[in-house]
């Protein structure tokens, strides 16, 4: 009874809950019928992204999850279409999106079961795999087939997208590596023959690791194969008992391999076959192999050795090849085989594979007898004889280790070697630490790094060596071995070396070596290193993207180095400039050092350019012309304005950051502004009195407005009384310039007491060619109608001080004192003239005839001409007629001017040897120094007496050039040329002389009009007709004598 009671009970229950499922069923389905149409494709579109997102970042198989990621991303935009078609709610659409929100999860479960699986299972695996990715990729194919027929009205706009989608996706085609399978192949053919020899393993091992870029060292190997354990062990949860048993023979192959030995395992073995070979005699040098290990096809030491069933060993590859060839014999004993069949003879390999690794040992004991013994005839074999030995078993790195091989070689990089020997040694070493963690500690604790450090200044090949050795030991699994970087760091030479080895590159190693730097570079004492040796791309880059401490303690390390022009170039190449312009807006701090070294920076015209294409000129004045702006802050910034503005640049970088010119007129006036404030310090005044005599010089305009509109004159004649000597030096400069616009005034202000002798004092400072070449120019600017001024200067020695700088100034200070000059040379001014004379004009003068400068050339022909105009009314005549009773050669007549002449008394131009330099200034046909030379000429031909002068000119050749400057010369130098030649053609002798040769000239010039009033033309009328006269002349001369 109380069984059925419960029985009964229990059958209720079941109802019930069977009832409740299928109410929540029905629940579940109305509410999935409840979600909007749009809400489900957002939320498989969102799914499929992520999805792909994911399949992109896969590692192993990725060729086949990128095109799986490709896929999902191409159907993204499908599913955007169908939510803004807004199509209709059908049950085929919800059933089609429901489909492939269900193959994208495989998708996605896909990715993520092999995301982070162990390499080497994932390569035993690849062919699964592959298979897994292409039938996901089908299944998703079919399920946009099935949307895409649901919808084919709504997706017609891009019907061919899609149908292009699904049929790539439908017949995809996914297959692993050639490479990878044939590692498989090998694997399972070995598993297949039972092949569980150490030779095998280690074969196996090498390809598997080299094809999942694992490094054959025991570390990493061990690490690897416990990853492997684990997917078995993962495996037999799953009771995937296949798979299981599979896996175990897999990882019982690969334990036999000598790299997935403990290092103490490989030590033991080393010394077992070190204690063998001890039985040999010392001075053998190879073990001879036993006749068996020879194959009987091929005669060559066997690898793989196969037996038949008759007791015949051969190598695997020479036998599948003799049946091959249709043989059907023993090989080795001629007999018909009627078995074919063959196996691995594990035992034979096993021998021989200890006979090699006997071998191994007697080379490594040979190789560390001859370093021993520092043979260096045997150096370089022994050398490659160990990368013989690591290039045939990786076991070798570990017993050259163990034997101390090593060690010997590391310290042999310290002795004196011979290059090409180091080279090899460096090369070799590389081979010995790759990927061999325990030979790199051997390296490091032996001193290595030092040694490599020094091989890095070696020739070239050494230093690449060096390089690619360095870059082996700092590296090890998981990236950079911070330790070993370190202790690199603390090597004071290396940054310096490896910055060196990046100016002069090798091209194999460039790459390398910057990685190296960067690497150290993490280090902000290595930054700074490195910038002191002028590579500063680490420090930049801290500048750029570093936290605001950083960013600041690197400007404070840039700060204390001394810059050279290589550092002020390389900074601007490396684009600190914008970094820096931003930093200048921030705090008091990052503005003081920011703005300290654009002061540096600026010096350099790349730079400015980069700092006025970067905004920053406008930056710059903002902070400059600031009320709120700390002195320090306006000191800096008035230097930077002032080296924009340095060298000739003026206004040209005074521009905004989109080349339009900034407006000046305000900025000279804010400048002049400051030297009228009483508050303003120095460290401001000089810069910016810099920065306006950089704009003046390069803008007349702002010239003129700082004098008209800013009282720029009175400004800068009250610092002629600074106590600053560099302000009174840029105020003469400034000056100069000035002056052109307000003469008058200046010359009040020097008619002051002590004024004058500040000026001359200018102008005996030698030491300052620019300030000399103002305080001439300022000078030269001022009214020469001043004779007070002049007679002052003369007295305070300013006439001596200008005279000094045409001996030995500048070719610019000379050219303003030659223009000074004339106010002494007045010919209206006989006593400053025989001063300056006197002091020694005359020959400097003459001398600067041959100067490179044009305009020293022609103010010096112009200054003589002054000097000449007197010399007829100075020069002595009636000594010719006092003393006619003296012989003739106690005195000398002068030839032009028909007297007694000298320099020092009458200025005579003949007695200074100036005459060929000035016809040569003629014949150079430059109009400037022409114009001035031809005036000069023509003072030497007086009215009274043209003929002297005439025949003076002719003896020199100076008539013919003036002929020429007709055909070439300007309008006022053909006028100057024909004023002469009306004087010289007053002569019956010159018109012989040069009447035929100057007619034509003459008559094209007056068969035009070259001026309104034809002056040009009446000048050459009246030459002609003076050359008609006298042509005429002659012909009645000669006529007569005829009819004689």
């Given amino acids: 009874m109380w069984l059925l009671l419960i029985t009964g009970a229990a059958y209720f229950c079941t109802l019930q809950i069977l009832e409740k499922g299928i109410i929540a069923a029905v629940i579940l389905t109305l509410m999935a019928e409840l979600v909007p149409i749009g809400t489900i494709i957002a939320v498989v579109s969102n799914q499929i992204i992520k999805t792909a997102q994911a399949a992109k970042d896969v590692v192993f198989e990725k060729e086949s999850f990128k095109v799986l990621a490709k896929h999902l991303f191409d159907i993204d935009p499908v599913l955007k279409e169908l939510q803004l078609k807004q199509l209709s709610d059908l049950p085929a659409t919800r059933q089609a999106l429901d489909c492939l929100e269900t193959d994208v999860k495989k998708a996605n479960n896909l990715v993520e079961k092999y995301k982070n699986r162990a390499r080497f299972y994932l390569l035993v695996k690849c062919r699964h795999i592959v298979k897994e990715v292409q039938d996901v990729t089908r299944e998703i194919g079919k399920s946009l087939t099935a949307l895409s027929l649901a919808n084919v009205e709504v997706l017609s706009g891009i019907s061919d997208q899609v149908n292009r989608l699904q049929n790539e996706m439908q017949r995809a085609e996914f297959e692993a590596s050639k490479s990878q399978l044939q590692i498989i192949d090998k694997l399972n053919q070995g598993l297949s023959d039972h092949v569980l020899d150490k030779e095998f393993a280690n074969y196996m091992l090498k390809e598997i690791a080299r094809a999942v870029d694992v490094p054959v060292e025991p570390t990493e190997i061990s690490r690897e194969l416990a990853s492997f354990k ?24 690969l334990s036999r391999a000598d790299a997935a030995k403990d290092y103490e395992q490989v030590r033991d073995q080393y010394f077992q076959r070190v204690k063998v070979i001890g039985q040999y005699d010392p001075r053998e040098e190879y073990i001879q192999p036993f006749k068996p290990f020879f194959c009987c096809i091929t005669g060559d030491l066997m690898v793989d050795p196969v037996s038949l069933c008759t007791g015949t060993t051969c190598e695997r590859a020479a036998l599948e090849s003799w049946f091959e060839c249709g043989e059907k014999t023993d090989p080795e004993t001629g007999e018909i085989l009627h078995d074919f069949s063959y196996r691995s003879n594990i035992q034979l390999r096993h021998s021989i594979q200890e006979w090699r690794e006997l071998n191994y040992c007697v080379k490594i004991r040979r190789c560390k007898e001859i370093f021993i013994s520092e043979d260096d005839s045997s150096v370089e074999e022994t050398i490659e004889q160990i990368r013989e030995l690591i290039r045939e078993n990786h076991i070798n790195k570990d017993w050259i280790s163990i034997s101390g091989l090593t060690d010997i070689a590391v310290a042999m990089l310290g002795s004196t070697v011979d290059g090409e020997v180091k080279k090899e040694l460096l090369v070799t070493l590389k081979d010995i630490v790759e990927g061999h963690a325990i030979n790199k500690v051997i390296f490091i604790e032996n001193q290595g790094i030092e040694k490599l450090v020094l091989c890095l200044s070696l020739d070239s090949r ?76 680490p420090l930049v880059d801290k500048v750029v993207q570093g936290s605001a401490s950083v960013r600041t303690s690197m400007l404070k390390e840039l700060v204390s180095l001394e810059f050279d022009e290589e550092k002020i170039r390389v900074l601007g190449e490396e684009r600190i400039i914008p970094p820096l312009l931003e930093m200048a807006s921030g705090n008091i701090e990052s503005k003081d050092l920011s703005l300290r070294i654009l002061v540096k920076l600026s010096t350099f015209h790349q730079n400015k350019r980069l700092i006025a294409s970067s905004g920053g000129v406008s930056l710059i004045l903002n902070l400059l012309f600031s009320s709120h702006t700390h002195i320090a802050i306006i000191s800096k910034c008035a230097e930077i304005l002032a080296n924009l503005s340095s060298n000739g640049d003026g206004t040209k970088f005074l521009i905004d950051e989109t080349g339009t010119q900034l407006e000046l007129e305000a900025v000279t006036a804010r400048l002049l502004a400051f030297q009228q404030n009483l508050n303003s310090w120095d460290a401001v005044r000089r810069p910016a009195l810099h920065a306006l005599l950089g704009i003046c010089q390069s803008e007349a305009g702002l010239v003129k407005s700082a004098v008209l509109s800013s009282s720029g004159v009175s400004v800068v004649l009250s610092l002629l009384d600074d106590s600053n000597q560099e302000i009174r030096e840029l105020a003469i400069n400034l000056l100069f310039l000035f002056s052109h616009h307000e003469p008058q005034g200046v010359v009040e202000y020097l008619l002051k007491p002590r004024r004058l002798e500040a000026l001359v004092g200018f102008l005996e400072n030698s030491e300052k060619s620019d300030v000399q070449m103002a305080a001439a120019g300022l000078l030269a600017n001022l009214p020469k109608s001043e004779t007070s001024l002049t007679e002052k200067l003369i007295e305070l020695g300013g006439l001596n001080a200008m005279i000094n700088i045409l001996n030995s100034g500048t070719i610019q200070a000379k050219e303003n004192a030659l223009s000074a000059l004339f106010r002494f040379t007045d010919p209206t001014n006989l006593k400053s003239q025989r001063i300056a004379v006197e002091l020694g004009a005359y020959p400097l003068l003459t001398g600067l005839l041959k100067a490179d400068s044009s305009t020293a050339r022609a103010r010096a022909a112009a200054l003589l001409g002054d000097l000449s105009m007197r010399s007829p009314e100075l020069t002595d005549k009636t000594k010719k007629h006092r003393f006619w009773c003296i012989p003739r050669t106690s005195f000398s007549i002068c030839p032009a001017h028909g007297g007694i002449c000298s320099v020092e008394t009458t200025f005579c131009l003949l007695n200074t040897n100036a005459l060929s330099d000035l016809v040569r200034l003629v014949q150079d046909k430059v109009h400037a120094t022409a114009y001035e030379a031809i005036q000069t000429l023509s003072t030497l031909v007086q009215e009274e007496s043209p003929q002297r002068g005439a025949k003076v000119l002719h003896e020199n050749g100076a008539i013919g050039p003036v002929i020429e400057v007709l055909s070439w010369g300007s309008e006022s130098l053909k006028g100057e040329a024909l004023a002469l030649l009306e004087k010289i053609f007053v002569s019956r002798e010159m018109v012989e002389f040069y009447g035929s040769i100057a007619k034509s000239p003459l008559m094209c010039l007056t068969g035009r009009r070259i001026y309104e009033d034809g002056h040009l033309q009446k000048k050459a009328a009246r030459i002609l007709l003076l050359l008609e006269r006298y042509s005429r002349a002659s012909a009645v001369i000669v006529a007569g004598g005829l009819n004689n």
Avoid at 501 to 513: F, Q, S, Y
């Fill in 230 to 253: 684990r997917e078995k062990e993962e495996a037999e949860n799953r009771k995937e008992m296949a798979e299981v048993l599979f896996l175990e023979q897999v990882i019982e192959l």
């Fill in 462 to 537: 050494i230093s690449k060596a060096a390089v690619e050795l360095l870059y082996e030991v700092l590296l090890d699994r998981s990236g950079w071995n911070m330790s070993y970087c370190r202790m690199l760091s603390n090597n004071c030479d290396v940054i310096h070396l490896l910055v060196s080895l990046l100016k002069h590159p090798i091209d194999e190693i460039t790459k390398t070596v910057e990685e190296i730097l960067v690497k150290l570079c993490d280090a902000d004492e290595n930054v700074i290193r490195a910038a002191k040796v002028n590579w500063f791309r």
